[in-house]
């Protein structure tokens, strides 16, 4: 059975067949004893007692399903006892909107002070149809919990509706909340958040590739590169630095549960120790974004460890 603010509702299954149990007569009993109500479940095993008679208190609250054959087989569900704890198998979400509900969201979740915010809400019944024609209240508040902005807007088609909101170069950083109201004094049946930080996006994207399996001095790899920005263009005439880093390890791919060089090394208290090398005279992307070079190592590490190139 489940009992939530839309009523009481009991599902009846056969025992023998697990199947659904048609005809069942179903009483909702109260803690007092009083019968609140009779049914018979339906074809599907399923009987909704209305939601009055789950808001009953004291003596009259519901406490018992009796479901019962003119056979004489019976059964019953104690709605008092402590309900399954699932909270731990990611349960969580918001309550179940009575009547209005509002969906607000921005088109990205972080912004930096300067830029806008671009705001949209839908508005919905219970039934997810559009309801249109009434305004929305949206209010944005701070990270800092100052309200930033209010703004009642109308409807702007099958109950959609947007918001421009510029952050301006001083506000604080942090989370800022978009609240939806369709009564201020009421609470809001709509939430958003986005952050406010100071970042530098991600321009250029590129791609290390090399056929060579083992790299040392008197063998450099040769390395190509593919670059671009993340708007499409190739990341053409750019400058590139770069370095490699040698690792000591001591295990090898394939060779699982295996320990790789001397207990008496002098690195042997650590699990790892990295050399690095920089790498001089690169040269530029051509116009495809493109370049290749040979990476030439100087005086590696003595170790009786592999070493592991980066």
């Known amino acids: 059975a489940y009992s939530g603010s839309d009523g009481v ?6 025992l023998a067949t697990t199947a659904p149990a048609a005809g069942v007569e179903l009483r909702l009993i109260a803690r007092n004893n ?18 009055g008679l789950s808001r009953g208190e004291g003596g009259l609250s519901p406490a018992l399903l009796v479901a019962s054959l003119a056979a004489g087989d019976y059964a019953f569900l ?5 309900p399954f704890d699932l909270t731990d198998r990611g349960v969580a979400g918001r309550d179940a909107p009575a009547g209005l509900d509002a969906y607000v969201f921005t088109e990205r979740g972080v912004y930096r002070t300067g830029e806008t915010v671009h705001v949209t809400a839908l508005l919905r019944n219970e039934e997810s ?25 109308p409807d702007q088609g099958i109950g959609g509706r947007s918001l421009d909101v510029p952050i301006i170069s001083s506000a604080p950083t942090g989370t800022w909340r978009v609240a939806a109201f ?23 994207e590129f791609d290390l590739t090399t056929a060579a399996t083992s790299i040392s001095p008197e063998a450099p790899a040769k390395i190509e590169v593919d670059g671009r920005f993340l708007y499409g263009a190739p990341a053409s005439g750019l400058t590139l630095d770069g370095e490699i880093n040698i690792a000591k390890v001591t295990e090898l791919p394939g060779f699982a549960g295996y320990v790789f060089g001397l207990d008496d090394d002098s690195d042997a208290d650590r699990d790892e120790e990295s050399d690095t090398f920089p790498l001089a ?11 290749s070079f040979a990476a030439a ?12 190139a980066e």
């Not at 509702?9 to 056969?14: D, K, Q, T």
């Not at 005279?281 to 370049?291: C, F, N, Y």
């Open 78 to 82: 104690s709605l008092k006892s402590s």
């Open 34 to 51: 009083e019968v609140l109500a009779t049914k018979t479940t339906d074809a599907n095993g399923r009987v909704d007692f209305e939601p």
């Open 9 to 14: 509702h009991a599902f009846v299954n056969s």
């Open 182 to 204: 369709t009564d201020p004094k009421r609470p809001a049946i709509g939430e958003a958040t986005f952050l406010v930080e100071d970042y530098v996006a991600d321009r250029l």
């Open 281 to 291: 005279d690169l040269p530029e992307t051509d116009g495809a974004g493109k370049a």
């Open 129 to 153: 149809i559009a309801v249109t024609g009434v305004p929305l209240t949206l209010v944005v508040t701070r990270s800092d919990g100052v309200e930033y902005r209010r703004n009642v807007v």
């Open 297 to 308: 190592l100087g005086k590696v590490p003595t170790s009786t460890r592999p070493l592991q």
